[in-house]
C-alpha cells in the first residue's frame, strides 16, 4: 500500500461529509483549496479535516475555489504536516501561478528538528510536488524553484532561533509605539549572510497581514518597504503577486517613496528599509533626489523606520556610511538597535569564513583545510579551467555564476565590454528588465557585478579578483590601487571630507565590495586573481592545503 493518499474532490459540502479520507479521522492531513478566474489557492494543515473544511465553506474569501485536494500519510504527525504546509506555501510563490490566500500565523515559526524530519522533507515533499505538476496544478520543479529568489525571499521561510527573536522584539515594538506620537527608529545590524533581507520580508508581510486584521493594533495602518537596489525590488514585487495583502505600491525606491510622500503631503505609518547601507548620504540631483540624506528624509515622514544595516556593505561614496554617521543620524529619534551574527548562507567551515575576513583584512592567510563535502573553497590559475569549472557546477546546481570586482570598463551604452581581455575573457551582464540577472539561463556566458548580485543567493561563486587588488611582499599585505578601480560613479569625491578621507572610502568600497562577492556562494567559493603577485603568493599559501572528507 502506497503510504501517501491523495485525494481530489470538488470543494462542497455534501463531498466533505462523504470523503474516504475520513478514515484518517483525527490524523493530520494537508489540504489544497484552488480555484477562480484569476488562479487563487488556499494551503493548509489539519487534525480534524472535516470541521476545518466545513469552517472554509463559510468563508466568504474561499467562495471562488472550487477544487479541493487531500494528502494523508499513514506516518504525518503534526510537525510534518506544519513543515509541509510551510514548504507548499514557499514552493507555490516562487512558481508563482496562484495568487494565495495564506496570511501570516501569529506564532512565527522557526527552524526546528522532529523525528525524520529529511524523511517528509525530502521523499514525502517530494511525492506531493510531482503530484501537484502531474496535476498541472503547479509547473516547475523543485531544484529549479530553490534556486529563485523569490523562493529564498519568501516571507513564509522559516526561520532561525535568532531571526524568530529580532522578529518578535521589533513587532512587539510596532504594537507599542504605533499609535505614539514620537518617531521611532529600530536598527538591525548584520554582516553579509546573517538572513536579514529573509527576516525583513517576514517581518513586512505579517505587518501587512496585522495591518487588515480589525484585531490588530496595526489595523489599518499605512506600511512600505523600501530598497534603493533594482533588482531586490523586482523580487519584492513580484512576491506582491502571490500574497493577499502585500501590494506591489508598497514597495518603492527610497528617492520615490520620499518625492511621493512630499507631494502628498503624507507620513507612513511603519517604512521597512532593506539595504540601508545603499541610502544616499548626499544630494544627487541626477537622481532627483535633493536633500542631504536618504535616511534623515525617510525618518520624517515615517512613524516608525526598521532600517536593515551593514557598513561593510556601503558601494559609493555619495552613499558612504558607517556606525558613527548613522548613530548621527538616527539619534534625532528614539531608537534600539539589534544584531544579526548567525551566518546563514555559506555551508562554510568557520575556518573558511575567518580566512576570508582576513583576506578583506588584507591579510593572506594559509589556506584552510576543509570539509569538501560540505564547501568547495579552490583556487584556480587558469582563467579556461576557472570558467569551466563554474559551468560545471552550473550544470549540475543551477544558479552557479562568475562576478568580478569592477576593475574593468563597464558603460551602460548597449555596447559590449570585457572583464579580464587577455585571460578569462568574458562579457560583463547585460540588463533585463524582468528577471533578476543570475536567474536568466543566458549569463552563465557573462560576468556579473557587485550590482547584480547584492543581496541575493548563489550555488557557486566564481570570483575574479581584478588588477585593484595586489600584494606586496616586504609589508606581508594586500594593496588596493584605486586607480585601476573602473565604477567611477562610486569614487565620486566629496567636498564634505579630506581628500585623504575620500581615498580612505574608495579603498573601503573596493574592499567592500569583495567582502559582498566572495560571501555569495552557498555551497562554494572560486577565486581567479589577476595581479601576478597576488596570484603567485596566493598559490604559495594554498601548497600544501589538503581538502579533507571525513
Known amino acids: 500500500m502506497d503510504p501517501l493518499i491523495v485525494e481530489h474532490h470538488t470543494f462542497t459540502r455534501e463531498t466533505i ?6 478514515a484518517l479521522s483525527n ?13 487563487t489557492a488556499y494551503i493548509g494543515q489539519s487534525v480534524q479535516a472535516e470541521r476545518r473544511l466545513k469552517n472554509h465553506l463559510t468563508n466568504r474569501k474561499r467562495s471562488g475555489l472550487s477544487s479541493l485536494l487531500l494528502f494523508g500519510h499513514e506516518r504525518f504527525n503534526q510537525s510534518a504536516t506544519y513543515n509541509i504546509e510551510s514548504n507548499l506555501i514557499n514552493y507555490f510563490i516562487a512558481d508563482n501561478q496562484y495568487m494565495l490566500q495564506n496570511v501570516s500565523q501569529r506564532e512565527t515559526r522557526k527552524m526546528h528538528q522532529y523525528y525524520q524530519k529529511s524523511y517528509y522533507n525530502d521523499t514525502v515533499f517530494q511525492e506531493i510536488w510531482e503530484k501537484l505538476r502531474s496535476l498541472n496544478i503547479v509547473s516547475e520543479s523543485l531544484t529549479y524553484l530553490e534556486n529563485k529568489d523569490l523562493f529564498k525571499l519568501s516571507p513564509f521561510k522559516e526561520l532561525s532561533p535568532e531571526q524568530v527573536d529580532v522578529k518578535e522584539k521589533m513587532l512587539a515594538y510596532c504594537r507599542e509605539n504605533i499609535r505614539g506620537s514620537e518617531h521611532r527608529v529600530f536598527i538591525i545590524q548584520g554582516d553579509a549572510g546573517t538572513g536579514k533581507s529573509v527576516l525583513l520580508s517576514s517581518l513586512f508581510n505579517t505587518i501587512q497581514d496585522e495591518a487588515g486584521d480589525q484585531g490588530s493594533t496595526l489595523y489599518k495602518t499605512k506600511n512600505y518597504l523600501l530598497v534603493n537596489h533594482a533588482e531586490m525590488l523586482k523580487t519584492y514585487k513580484n512576491m506582491a503577486e502571490s500574497l493577499p495583502n502585500l501590494k506591489k505600491n508598497n514597495f518603492d525606491k527610497p528617492t520615490s517613496f520620499i518625492n511621493r510622500m512630499t507631494k502628498q503631503d503624507k507620513m507612513a505609518d511603519i517604512t521597512l528599509v532593506d539595504e540601508a547601507h545603499l541610502l544616499l548620504t548626499k544630494e544627487d540631483s541626477y537622481n532627483n533626489f535633493n536633500a542631504p540624506n536618504h535616511l534623515q528624509e525617510i525618518m520624517k515622514r515615517s512613524k516608525i523606520t526598521i532600517i536593515i ?15 558613527k554617521l548613522m548613530r548621527e543620524i538616527s539619534r534625532q529619534y528614539k531608537t534600539k538597535t539589534l544584531p544579526l551574527t548567525s551566518q546563514l548562507r555559506m555551508n562554510a567551515d568557520q575556518s573558511i569564513v575567518n580566512w576570508i575576513n582576513a583576506f578583506l583584512d588584507k591579510r593572506v592567510s594559509a589556506f584552510p583545510r576543509h570539509r569538501l563535502d560540505d564547501y568547495e573553497f579552490q583556487l584556480f590559475d587558469d582563467p579556461d579551467a576557472f570558467r569551466r569549472a563554474i559551468e560545471e557546477k552550473n550544470d549540475q546546481h543551477g544558479l552557479s555564476r562568475i562576478v568580478s570586482t569592477f576593475d574593468y570598463l563597464h558603460k551602460k551604452d548597449g555596447g ?37 548580485v547584492q543581496g541575493f543567493d548563489l550555488n557557486y561563486a566564481g570570483v575574479v579578483i581584478g588588477p585593484s587588488i595586489s600584494y606586496d611582499e616586504e609589508t606581508d599585505r594586500l594593496v588596493v590601487d584605486t586607480t585601476k578601480y573602473q565604477d567611477k560613479g562610486a569614487f565620486a569625491s566629496r567636498k564634505d571630507y579630506t581628500e585623504a578621507e575620500n581615498e580612505q572610502m574608495k579603498e573601503e568600497i ?23 603577485k597576488l596570484k603567485k603568493k596566493l598559490q604559495a599559501v594554498s601548497k600544501g592545503a589538503k581538502d579533507e572528507r571525513y
Request: charged share 20%; net charge neutral; aromatic share 12%.
Open 27 to 39: 490524523q493530520p492531513v494537508i489540504y489544497i483549496l484552488y480555484g477562480g478566474d484569476k488562479p
Open 510 to 532: 573596493i574592499l567592500n565590495s569583495l567582502n559582498m562577492l566572495m560571501k555569495r556562494g552557498i555551497h562554494g567559493l572560486f577565486l581567479y586573481a589577476v595581479d601576478p
Open 416 to 452: 559590449t565590454y570585457y572583464v579580464d581581455e587577455n585571460g578569462l575573457n568574458m562579457p560583463w551582464n547585460q540588463t533585463d528588465n524582468k528577471k533578476t540577472w543570475a536567474e536568466s539561463p543566458q549569463t552563465i556566458k557573462e560576468v556579473g557585478s557587485i550590482y547584480t
Open 309 to 323: 544595516f551593514d557598513p561593510k556593505q556601503v558601494l559609493k561614496i555619495k552613499s558612504y556610511w558607517n556606525e
Open 17 to 22: 461529509g462523504s470523503m474516504p479520507i475520513q
